[in-house]
């Protein structure tokens, strides 16, 4: 079960025993209204509580990127977020085997026993797939490797999956490619995100059209972040990047107090996943 504390500033959902449903629910009920309008809640955040770990929502950008969805499905946005993992959880999590002390859902799981396109981004996969699920209702319908494109060498989609909006009766199937914004040994800059983005975004406009297993919808674009500077100067960047490359991807910008995401391969030199010969494809990361 859960409980729903409304108060001036924040909106806190605890969630007890990984009740997700409830939660979603509660989500849905507050950001996907029947009908259009320019509500603006006085409250301005909302605090997803997990035993595994906590989600900090701005509200208002919640509701921007919920009517793009639903009404501006050519329109771009950018949303951002924050996860704080339990010390208990990232303490213990020194390698991908300890992923297993989050609650994970399916997809996230799916994701972790799958083998990928190759790059330590495996850890950033399974969390993005999992803040999703606890966010919007996802569910993974096809792994990195089960996406099919028709011309080798194509950037690839990180997962596919499906988001429901009962509201209007629709399931929407979205493509997820997950980054990490971060230097090495070094703060990160403008130009350090310009260049991330512009990648990113290029490759999820050419994934878009080559995939041939999967009608996506659209794509979200997830930017993992290791701090609140970070994730500003990716908005920053991000605004100033012309319609056509930011097309209707929407971006989801993620800070998360959790070294194994960023810097895998040190923490896990040991226990890696199996994977699959290559196969020409391009891993955009």
């Not at 079960?1 to 449903?21: A, P, R």
């Not at 500077?229 to 490359?245: C, F, G, H, T, Y």
């Amino acid at each position: 079960m859960s409980t729903l504390k409304i108060g001036g500033e924040v909106v806190q959902i605890n969630i007890v025993d990984g009740d997700v449903v409830t939660a979603m629910s509660a989500i849905t009920s507050f950001f996907f209204p029947i009908q259009r309008n320019n509500h603006h809640s006085s409250q301005s955040h909302l605090h997803l509580s997990y035993k595994d770990l906590s989600i900090y929502i701005p509200i208002n950008p919640l509701r921007s990127i919920a009517d793009y969805i639903l009404y501006n499905q050519n329109q771009s946005g950018i949303m951002v977020s924050n996860v704080n993992v339990n010390p208990a959880v990232a303490t213990k999590s020194i390698s991908l085997s300890s992923l297993s002390n989050f609650l994970l859902c399916t997809g996230a799981r799916r994701i972790l026993a799958t083998p990928n396109a190759g790059g330590s981004s495996v850890s950033s996969e399974v969390l993005s797939a999992e803040l999703l699920y606890r966010l919007l209702g996802a569910t993974v319908i096809k792994t990195e490797m089960e996406i099919i494109y028709s011309r080798r060498g194509s950037p690839i989609t990180d997962y596919a999956c499906l988001i429901p909006l009962p509201r209007i009766n629709k399931v929407l199937t979205v493509g997820v490619s997950v980054t990490r914004a971060m230097a090495f040994q070094r703060s990160l800059d403008k130009n350090d995100v310009h260049r991330l983005l512009v990648k990113k975004l290029k490759g999820i406009n050419a994934s878009s059209k080559t995939v041939i297993n999967c009608s996506f919808d659209r794509q979200i674009l997830h930017v993992w972040t290791q701090s609140g500077r970070d994730a500003s100067i990716v908005k920053r960047v991000w605004a100033k990047l012309p319609d056509s490359l930011r097309s209707n991807t929407i971006v989801l910008v993620t800070t998360i107090n959790y070294p194994l995401l960023f810097f895998e391969k040190q923490h896990d030199k040991t226990t890696e996943k199996p994977r699959k010969k290559k196969t020409g494809f391009k891993k955009w990361y």
